[in-house]
């Protein structure tokens, strides 16, 4: 059981996992290790163990309910934050866009669907001639 349990302890920490898949991992893992050592400690009648597992168990549960309530309450505002930003984005686009517009910078007539497309990935010809 020892042997297990470092092999364990060395697989969560050196993996290569991110945060969220440890924080899931760890509850569970804990939970069930609580209910195997607490069967073995209630067998052997060690009741003060037993009971030691079982808090452990309640707590490993309460953590474990705690991050899928945290984890719920992120994602939406997560995601408002996503829209906005991208909306905040396109106001800029639009910005630039009517600007070079407004001054007949650009030398092929594209809408603003197509610039919003070329922009960042694709060169877009400017005027750039010089007024007389």
Do not use: R
């Amino acid at each position: 059981m020892i042997i297990g349990l470092t092999i364990g302890f060395f697989l969560f920490v050196y993996n290569k996992f991110d945060l969220q898949v440890k924080a899931k991992m760890l509850p569970i893992t804990t939970i069930i290790l609580s209910l195997i050592l607490g069967l073995q400690a209630y067998s052997t009648n060690d009741f003060m163990t037993l009971q030691i597992w079982i808090c452990i168990f309640l707590f490993s549960i309460s953590i474990l309910y705690t991050y899928k309530i945290n984890n719920n309450k992120i994602s939406p505002l997560s995601k408002a934050n996503s829209m906005l930003n991208n909306q905040l984005d396109n106001i800029k686009l639009n910005e630039i866009y009517a600007f070079f517009k407004l001054n007949e910078l650009l030398t092929n007539d594209m809408n603003f669907h197509e610039f919003k497309e070329a922009f960042l990935k694709t060169p877009i010809y400017l005027n750039m001639d010089v007024p007389l």
